[in-house]
C-alpha cells in the first residue's frame, strides 16, 4: 500500500505517480533505468486509501450502525456517501464485540466494513471503544465501563492497527468520556489519559502514518459525577500528562437549538468550548496540533427538514473558516425512524425510505465546493432554487463479496449489558455559569443568525428518487439530562435540548460502536445519574 507524502503537517489526499506509455512495465521487466526514446511521460493522480484530507474543508459522515449492517447494507450505505461527494466516513471498532472472550477475536463485520471503503478509496475514521466483560473493573460494569487495565485497551488499539494499516487513516480513543454513561461509572480525565498513553504507542508501532485522536468530548457541561465540562476534561488531560500522545483532539459541538456560529454571546456555548479548548492547547504548546469535529448533526423531530439543513450548512461553512480545525463529520447517514418524536431516531440525511433529506443537498454541495464560506452559503440558501433532483446516476450496489457469509455467534449479548441501573438523582439547580463567554461570535450577531435560519431553504422535491439504502433497525439512546435551573438563574443556551421537555439534555446518541439491540431500552430524563 502506498503512503501518501505529508505537506505542512498533514497528509495529503493525493499521490503523484510517473507512467511511461505502456511500455513502462516491459522497460522495468528488463532493469531498464532510462526511459525509451519517444515515450512522453504522463503524470496521473492516485488516491491513497487509507488517507484522510485532515483539511477543514473535509466532509465526512459518522455512521454507528454500519458495523451491525449486513454486507449488502454497508455497501449501499458508502455508495450513498459517495452519492453525496462524501469520501470520508467515521466507524466503529468496539472491543467489546470483537474480543468478547481472552483471547478470541471475531473481526469479520468490521474487515468487511474497512475493505468495502478502502476499495471504494474513502478515508476511515475508526473509534476503538467499550471494554468486554472480562476487562472490565469492578467498580464500572457494562460495555461503557472503563478498563480494568489500560494495558489491556493499548494490545487491543495495538492489534487493530496492525490490522487495519493502510486501510484505516486515523483512529479515535473512546467516545465522549466526559459522560458517565459512555465512560462509567464517572468521567474521569486521569482515567481517560492512562488509555491514551497505552493505545498511542501502540497505535503508532504498528502504524506510524496514522493520525490517533484523543478527547472526542461531547459539548455538555458539569453536572455532579455525570458529564464535565469537555474544557474541564481537556484541561485535566494535561495536567495528568496528555500532551505527546495525540495527534489532534475531537469535540461534538451539539447544540440543537442555536446555530453553532451565534453561539458566541452564550456562555458556554459549544463555539466557546472549542474556543476554549483551543487556548488549552496553545498553552499547552500544542499549537500545530487541530481540532476534530468527529460528530455534528440535527434532528429534524426537533425543528423539521429546512432548520437541519440551515443548522448543518451554518456549521459546516464556519468550522472551516477556523484555522485550528480538522475535518467535520456529519452524524448520520440514515433516520432510524423518520416521523418519530425522539431527536435520536431522525439525525439522518435521508429518510427511512432512502430519500433524501435538503440537509443531504447541502452536504453534496458542501462536499464538491470546499471553497464555500458562511456568505457564500446565505447567498445560495436565498437564491429561488425550488426543485433539486435527487442524483440522476446513483452507483449501483454492488455486490459483496461473499455475501453469504454469517458472522459467527459469540458471547457478545452477555458483554454488552450495561450496569443494571443507574442511581436516580435528586432535583438540584443547575446555576447558570460566571464564566465569561470566550471565542468570538463567527460571522453574524444573533439576530442575522435566526434570519438565516428562517431564510428561504432550497426545497427538496416532494418525492425524491430512492436511493436504494438499508432500513436500519429501530433504536433508542440512553437520554441524559441536567435538572432545571434554580429560580431566576439564567438557563445556559449549550447543549443538544429536545424542544419536547425544558431540560436541557446532554449530546445523547449512539456512539460509534454501540450494539443496534443493547440499547433498546429508554432512561427517562429524571434518571441522571
Known amino acids: 500500500m502506498k503512503k501518501c507524502h505529508v505537506k505542512n503537517g498533514r497528509r495529503a489526499p493525493f499521490i503523484r505517480i510517473v507512467i511511461v506509455g505502456t511500455a513502462t512495465i516491459a522497460v522495468s521487466a528488463v532493469g531498464a533505468t532510462t526511459l525509451l526514446p519517444g515515450l512522453r511521460p504522463v503524470t496521473i493522480d492516485v488516491a491513497a486509501m487509507a488517507a484522510i484530507d485532515e483539511s477543514n474543508t473535509t466532509i465526512g459522515i459518522a455512521d454507528s450502525d454500519l458495523y451491525f449492517a449486513t454486507p449488502a447494507e454497508m455497501d449501499a450505505a458508502l455508495d ?107 468521567p474521569d480525565p486521569a482515567g481517560y489519559t492512562q488509555l491514551l498513553k497505552a ?43 496528555a500532551q505527546g500522545y495525540f495527534d489532534a483532539l475531537s469535540f461534538h459541538p451539539y447544540q440543537y437549538t442555536t446555530p453553532f456560529s451565534a453561539g458566541g454571546i452564550y456562555p458556554d456555548s459549544p463555539i466557546n468550548q472549542l474556543a476554549d479548548i483551543r487556548d488549552l492547547m496553545v498553552a499547552n504548546g500544542d499549537t500545530g496540533k487541530t481540532i476534530w469535529a468527529s460528530e455534528y448533526g440535527e434532528p429534524t423531530s426537533v425543528a423539521g427538514d429546512a432548520q437541519q439543513a440551515a443548522y448543518l450548512q451554518d456549521m459546516l461553512t464556519t468550522w472551516r473558516t477556523l484555522n485550528y ?60 432554487q425550488a426543485a433539486q433532483a435527487a ?42 455559569t460566571t464564566l465569561a463567554a470566550a471565542g468570538q461570535v463567527v460571522g453574524t450577531t444573533l439576530q442575522e443568525a435566526n434570519a438565516a435560519v428562517s431564510a428561504a431553504l432550497p426545497v427538496a422535491p416532494s418525492s425524491p428518487a430512492a436511493i436504494p439504502t438499508t432500513v436500519v433497525d429501530q433504536l433508542r439512546s440512553v437520554d441524559l439530562a441536567n435538572q432545571p435551573t434554580a429560580p431566576g438563574a439564567k438557563q445556559p443556551q449549550r447543549q443538544r435540548v429536545s424542544e419536547a421537555t425544558d431540560t436541557p439534555k446532554h449530546a445523547s446518541k449512539r456512539s460509534a460502536d454501540e450494539p443496534r439491540k443493547a440499547r433498546s431500552h429508554h432512561r427517562s430524563a429524571s434518571a441522571g445519574a
Open 80 to 186: 450513498q456517501m459517495q452519492a453525496m461527494g462524501v469520501n470520508t466516513v467515521r466507524i466503529g471498532i468496539p472491543w467489546a464485540g470483537i474480543n468478547p472472550i481472552p483471547g478470541y477475536y471475531n473481526w469479520s463485520q468490521d474487515d468487511y466494513l474497512i475493505n468495502a471503503a478502502d476499495a471504494r478509496g474513502m478515508g476511515v475514521l475508526a473509534v476503538i471503544t467499550t471494554t468486554p466483560g472480562w476487562a472490565n473493573d469492578p467498580s464500572a460494569p457494562g460495555i461503557y465501563g472503563h478498563p480494568a487495565s489500560s494495558a489491556d485497551f493499548g494490545t487491543f488499539a495495538g492489534l487493530a492497527a496492525q490490522r487495519y494499516a493502510g486501510k484505516v487513516g486515523a483512529y479515535e480513543i473512546w467516545n465522549e468520556p466526559n459522560a458517565a454513561p459512555y465512560y462509567g461509572p464517572q
Open 325 to 384: 480545525t480538522g475535518p467535520a463529520f456529519v452524524y448520520t447517514l440514515e433516520d432510524d425512524q423518520t416521523g418519530s418524536t425522539n431527536p435520536e431516531d431522525t439525525l439522518g440525511l435521508i429518510r427511512d425510505d432512502g430519500t433524501w433529506k435538503p440537509a443531504a443537498y447541502i452536504v453534496r454541495d458542501l462536499a464538491t465546493s470546499p471553497s464555500t464560506t458562511p456568505t457564500m452559503a446565505r447567498m445560495a440558501l436565498a437564491m429561488p
Open 199 to 241: 493505545a498511542y504507542p501502540a497505535i503508532k508501532a504498528a502504524d506510524p502514518d496514522a493520525t490517533v485522536i484523543g478527547g472526542v468530548v461531547g459539548s455538555t457541561v458539569t453536572y455532579q459525577n455525570y458529564t464535565l465540562n469537555p474544557v474541564t476534561f481537556v484541561d485535566e488531560m494535561y495536567q495528568n500528562g
Open 391 to 432: 442524483p440522476s446516476v446513483v452507483p449501483a450496489r454492488q455486490t459483496p463479496v461473499g455475501a453469504t457469509v454469517t458472522v459467527a455467534q459469540t458471547s457478545l449479548s452477555a458483554t454488552m449489558a450495561v450496569a443494571s441501573s443507574v442511581a436516580t438523582l435528586n432535583p438540584v439547580a443547575v446555576a447558570a
